[in-house]
């Protein structure tokens, strides 16, 4: 997790995990100096041999098996989830000492409700200040999904949504629970996670713009540092590592009621950590908040299966809507296509950089899409282009490369 390593300390993430664990006995943990590790003595500066024994987790070991560890945990896990269903006596440990009944069905049903001194004084009173007089685009794929979409987050703790790139998952799912509620007069607080900064923003932008409401307001977004948000704020769009270091700061979700986690299907390292915390706490001290996982392609069953849950004799999956249709056709074309727009970039896979040819043929190639605005729709008076252009969506590795691509787009630009 180098990402995450200079944010987060080494005490922090053992403290955390100590969240519904179970206790190691006849063992004793060293405490660590800022430089030296467990066998490092700070008054001597020099390593030290342990007169102890030092509890090792079994993955640190020699010839330690991984995957059998986690297979055998697997299993462990389950168990201990089949056994918490049985004993249905057992008291469950909540928040403040309080003694709760830990019902596994609830969770699936989705019935556990948000406790009363989690809700803010006067909380829905914000709903008052806002239109949500709305007209959902109907072209949107996901529109005609709107009521299942509701009643599948209303009826179970987590639910998995299944639709393609551009079919409106990202903006429309959160204002159709924000809504929901507010046409209830029920509180709310939404967070939605996204694995790049410049989403998080724009589609926090994107949302209010739709809604004619100011950014930062009902609707805001987080980015690092920069929090455009306040008191009224019931939907924040985050990174996903403004989530993780939230959740691992207050080891709960309680300040949230939904908690969506856009793009799971990315697998990087801060979604994987983000899908491993959300589930422990799911499973421990925050049973009331809901959990939506939206992703765009057919491996959804898998984050399903990730949060299944134990009803009578079997493991009952999180149920997956799958919204069908896209927002507008998609054709693939590839590098061998463009042949006419001359020779194709040659393509090292031991040097994994772009090459002057690539830039100059992704010039090419966006000059011949205005020419084809141009054949269609003609050009404005007294300027070169069509009088509505198209947009052109272009992946780089990083700020050089796309200081790069400007630099040759504006020469390009003045020459043609």
Request: proline share 4%; with cysteine.
């Amino acid at each position: 997790m180098s990402r995450l390593r200079g944010e987060i300390t080494i005490e922090e993430i053992d403290d955390w995990f100590s969240i519904g664990a179970k206790s190691v006995k006849n063992t004793k943990s060293v405490p660590r100096t800022a430089t030296g590790g467990r066998f490092f003595n700070p008054e001597t500066q020099s390593a030290r041999v342990p007169t102890e024994k030092v509890y090792v987790p079994s993955y640190h070991q020699p010839s330690y098996n991984a995957t059998a560890y986690a297979e055998a945990y697997r299993i462990e896990e389950e168990q201990d989830l089949f056994n918490s269903q049985s004993q249905t006596n057992n008291d469950f440990v909540g928040l403040g000492g309080k003694m709760e009944h830990l019902d596994l069905e609830s969770i699936v049903s989705g019935s556990v409700a948000v406790p009363d001194d989690l809700v803010p004084e006067n909380a829905t009173d914000v709903y008052n200040s806002y239109n949500f007089d709305h007209r959902y685009d109907q072209k949107l794929p996901i529109t005609q999904y709107r009521d299942q979409v509701l009643a599948t987050i209303e009826s179970n703790q987590v639910t998995v949504i299944q639709g393609s790139t551009g079919s409106g998952k990202t903006t429309q799912v959160p204002q159709y629970i924000l809504d929901h509620y507010a046409s209830m007069g029920k509180y709310c607080n939404i967070i939605v996670t996204q694995p790049r900064r410049i989403a998080a923003m724009s589609i926090a932008r994107r949302v209010c713009s739709e809604r004619n409401w100011d950014v930062g307001t009902i609707c805001g977004y987080q980015v690092g540092m920069d929090r455009t948000a306040n008191e009224d704020t019931r939907l924040l769009y985050v990174t996903t590592g403004v989530l993780l270091r939230k959740l691992i700061k207050t080891k709960n979700m309680l300040q949230f009621t939904h908690v969506i986690l856009d793009e799971v299907h990315e697998r990087d390292q801060e979604t994987d950590f983000s899908l491993l915390i959300v589930r422990k706490l799911l499973r421990s001290n925050s049973r009331h908040v809901k959990v939506v996982m939206m992703s765009a392609t057919f491996d959804s069953d898998m984050f399903g299966q990730y949060f299944a849950v134990p009803i009578r004799d079997r493991l009952e999956p999180a149920p997956v809507v799958c919204v069908e249709g896209k927002a507008y056709n998609v054709s693939e074309y590839y590098a061998d296509d463009l042949t006419q727009l001359g020779e194709i970039p040659p393509l090292d896979e031991t040097r994994p950089e772009i090459s002057e040819q690539a830039y100059i043929m992704a010039c090419r190639l966006i000059q011949e899409f205005d020419n084809l605005d141009i054949k269609k729709q003609g050009i404005i008076k007294g300027n070169k282009f069509a009088p509505y252009r198209g947009t052109v969506l272009v992946f780089l590795p990083g700020y050089a490369e796309i200081e790069n691509m400007q630099k040759l787009l504006k020469q390009v630009g003045r020459h043609s």
